[in-house]
């Protein structure tokens, strides 16, 4: 196999892939990707897979969100279905008094041109008829929708050895050393020279920067996600908490626990699981679950994504968030602007790792 | 097996599928269910999970104690979600999106 490449990627995640598939798009140098089992083994392969905008906060991470959300549509014309659907996203709320918060949001988002709608029981019902009859009301947007991840990633992968890029799969990075101004990238089957380096380990970005001595902030995070079995199309919107997929299944599930970096799935939580999709949907009780699943997001210290330039290291790249699936166009294309333009249609300053100091 | 052989009855799927996940790169019965949904069907792979192992080993000569079994999931048979469900209304560990909007002096932020 080729050794020598202009750029690697290390981590071929739904951010590493994006990130390879966008610069294939305008580069014609050698771009391999590197990871340590097959892409969708990490974080992106156990994902709720909303493409979600509208109440993120505060709003210039919003509307970073948004900008992502816009590129989907042509993504998927560029390379192929992914199941990208944007059927407008629903935020219940179960106490009147949450109104007010609401309709502030609203409010201040129409500025940046996130439309959102704070909707009243009725309209609620009216839109997603096996909502629970007690709900109080809802944030709409119809700027949210969500995407079938395990597609997104394989077309992305696709797309990108199509236009040139090489996958080296079953394959851990071990160690990484700066030699004559390059590189060097040693792997389980061999070393590999380049001069770009970007690292989109996820959830592993720490013990990766650790290989250089740069310190990426990023801790674990756990969600757990219950599966049905498939349903007949009832639900119209991605609800903040579930959502029905193509074939019916319906995915629940919005869960934060610190666990490290164990997998596991536990009783308490699905549960509660439970307990959140049968006060949604109270429609659901009957339905059988099939399978339960967990993932650890790559959480940076302050919540928001990493990306861009590493401080102090020349040619070497940074790409660490949660929100991954959400932001993949956009990071891919901005990623891509900083190593072919050497700056960003938009700035992206306020993401840079040098915030940690 | 013939290539056209459905090897995952529940979500039809062939043997040709399955190879080309493994000419892929993909090594694992998870590879292979993440990218063809094989495996992810009402029987939860019980059924498909010995003839994918046979696949991936005459494809890469892994022998069968190299391949990782499917990673089994609670439920191991499908249960319905109100036998998972307490009742309870309050939540920690599951968060609603609203309640992590947060205002700061009567704004959001
Ligand atoms: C339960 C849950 C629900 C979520 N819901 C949503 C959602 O609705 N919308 C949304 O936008 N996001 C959501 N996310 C977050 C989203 O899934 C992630 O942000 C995204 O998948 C991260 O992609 P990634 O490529 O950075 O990470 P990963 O997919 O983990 O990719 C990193 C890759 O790096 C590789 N790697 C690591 N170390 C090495 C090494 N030393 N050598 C070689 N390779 C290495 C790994 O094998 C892995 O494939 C959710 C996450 C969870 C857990
Ligand atoms: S035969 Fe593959 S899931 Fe049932």
Redesign the pocket.
């Known amino acids: 196999m080729e050794t020598n490449y202009e750029t690697i990627v290390?981590?071929?995640?739904?951010?590493?892939?994006?990130i390879a598939y966008h610069l294939s798009e305008r580069y014609k140098e050698g771009v391999l990707v590197?990871?340590?089992?097959?892409?969708?083994?990490?974080?992106?392969?156990?994902?709720?897979?909303?493409?979600?905008v509208h109440n993120k906060t505060p709003s210039w991470y919003a509307e970073f969100?948004m900008y992502s959300a816009e590129l989907y549509p042509y993504l998927s014309k560029k390379i192929g279905d992914v199941e990208y659907k944007r059927t407008g996203g629903l935020s219940p709320f179960f106490n009147e008094s949450d109104r007010e918060k609401a309709q502030k949001l609203a409010e201040s988002y129409r500025k940046i041109g996130i439309k959102i709608k704070v909707l009243s029981r009725e309209e609620v019902l009216e839109k997603e008829p096996y909502m629970n009859p007690e709900v109080a009301g809802a944030t709409y947007s119809s700027i949210d929708g969500?995407v079938n991840?395990f597609r997104l990633?394989d077309m992305y992968m696709r797309a990108a050895k199509r236009n040139g890029v090489r996958y080296s799969t079953y394959?851990?990075?071990?160690e990484i050393k700066k030699q004559d101004g390059k590189y060097s990238v040693v792997?389980d089957k061999g070393a590999f020279e380049c001069k770009n380096l970007i690292l989109?380990?996820?959830?592993?970005?720490r013990?990766?920067g650790d290989?250089l001595g740069v310190k990426i902030p990023v801790n674990q995070?756990?969600?757990?996600?219950l599966v049905s079995e498939p349903l007949k199309p009832f639900l119209n919107f991605t609800i903040s908490g579930l959502r029905q997929a193509n074939n019916g299944e319906v995915l629940m599930?919005?869960?934060m626990e610190e666990a490290g970096f164990n997998r596991a799935t536990t009783l308490d939580v699905i549960q509660e699981t439970a307990n959140m999709a049968v006060q949604y949907v109270p429609g659901l009780r009957k339905a059988k679950i099939v399978r339960a699943?967990?993932?650890?997001?790559?959480m940076p210290e302050d919540g928001f994504p990493i990306l861009g330039k590493v401080p102090g290291h020349e040619n070497l790249y940074v790409?660490?968030?949660?929100?991954?699936?959400?932001?993949?166009p956009l990071i891919g294309t901005l990623i891509t602007e900083l190593i072919m333009d050497g700056e960003t249609s938009i700035p992206i300053d306020r993401y840079s790792l040098s915030r940690f100091g | 097996m013939d290539k056209t052989t459905i090897i995952c009855r529940c979500e039809e799927i062939s043997c040709e599928e399955v190879e080309e996940v493994i000419s892929n790169g993909g090594r694992t019965f998870d590879d292979v269910k993440r990218i063809t949904r094989c495996g992810m069907g009402p029987c939860q792979a019980k059924i498909c999970t010995s003839m994918v192992a046979e696949i991936i080993h005459q494809q890469t000569g892994l022998s069968p104690s190299e391949i990782p079994l499917p990673r089994m999931r609670m439920p191991l048979s499908p249960i319905k979600l109100e036998t998972l469900a307490t009742n309870s209304t309050s939540f920690s560990t599951v968060k609603s999106v609203l309640d992590e909007v947060e205002l700061e002096e009567g704004k959001v932020r």
């Open positions: 290390i981590g071929g995640g739904v951010v590493g892939s994006g590197l990871d340590k089992k097959y892409p969708m083994s990490g974080t992106s392969g156990s994902t709720q897979a909303w493409v979600w969100n969500n991840p990633i394959n851990k990075v071990t792997s989109a380990g996820g959830t592993w970005s013990e990766i290989m995070l756990r969600g757990q996600i599930g919005y869960s699943f967990s993932g650890i997001r790559a790409a660490a968030t949660h929100s991954g699936v959400t932001l993949s």
